[in-house]
């Protein structure tokens, strides 16, 4: 399970890393491979992204009430295929709005 769970969270932390479109926002040596924050460049943009995550079957996604943002959780029960189509959302997210 936690080669599984690291190679999950590596697919969302890639992008983050890569990105300037998206924006981690847990120093690197402090990152969760169960929960992983972000942002968008607006909270616009980021309630954009979560009704088309709804729509996609993506749920689950809205961050913490006091914090903000996009939180994926990725526990145990998440399958990578699920994790996968995230990314591949988070990519044609952001292709559709940088």
């Given at each position: ?66 914090v903000g943002g996009i939180r994926a959780s990725i526990y145990n029960a998440m399958p990578i295929e699920g994790v996968e189509k995230l990314t591949a959302y988070m990519r044609e997210f952001e292709?559709?709005?940088?």
């Amino acid at each position: 399970m936690e080669k599984i769970n690291a190679k999950k969270a590596s697919l969302i932390y890639d992008i983050l890393d890569e990105s300037a479109f998206y924006r981690g926002t847990v120093q690197k040596d402090s990152r969760s491979l169960m929960n992983i924050p972000f942002r968008l460049p607006s909270e616009d943009l980021e309630k954009e992204f979560l009704s088309g995550a709804t729509k996609l079957g993506l749920i689950g996604l809205k961050g913490h009430r006091s914090v903000g943002g996009i939180r994926a959780s990725i526990y145990n029960a998440m399958p990578i295929e699920g994790v996968e189509k995230l990314t591949a959302y988070m990519r044609e997210f952001e292709q559709k709005n940088s």
